[in-house]
């Protein structure tokens, strides 16, 4: 199997993360409020109470969880992170969502412990057309295996 060739893939901010978030915190609202007005169960306070704690929370969360402008860099052998200043930083690539033309990307930095705050990518073909299929190779592709001088490679099939 070929490895897929190097990619620099540009990512810009995602706008709509924000609006997202208050658009799902609305609808949670509405339930509630039908919940409200079919019982006049106990919980109901209790449960807008969690909710105005989560859309605190999610806010909070919200506004380090953007990755703002960069680029997304496939060597062929890791994946990098290079920020507008140009600084790389290596990381580790998880695919949230796949549409086609589009992809939500969860990163974290490789050598960060388990409790750093990972970071979502929203990338589409319409930002690069020309190396969205290199890109997508890319995503799905396995690093290549180094091999240590000792290591006997087999030629049989």
Request: with cysteine; net charge positive; proline share 5%.
């Amino acid at each position: 199997m070929h490895n897929a060739p190097p990619v620099v893939f540009p990512v810009g901010r995602f706008v709509w993360a924000r609006r997202l978030l208050w658009v799902l915190a609305l609808c949670g609202a509405l339930g509630l409020v039908f919940w409200q007005a079919n019982t006049n169960s106990f919980g109901v306070k209790w449960a807008w109470a969690s909710w105005g704690i989560c859309v605190l929370a999610a806010t909070y969360a919200s506004t380090s969880d953007i990755l703002l402008g960069g680029y997304l860099v496939w060597t062929g052998e890791v994946w990098l992170w290079r920020d507008a200043k140009g600084r790389e930083m290596e990381m580790q690539l998880h695919v949230l969502l796949d549409v086609g033309s589009a992809l939500g990307l969860v990163l974290r930095c490789a050598d960060a412990p388990w409790y750093f705050p990972q970071r979502f990518a929203w990338l589409e073909d319409r930002d690069m057309p020309q190396m969205w299929h290199g890109l997508r190779c890319a995503v799905y592709s396995r690093p290549k295996a180094v091999r240590k001088p000792g290591d006997h490679v087999s030629d049989a099939f």
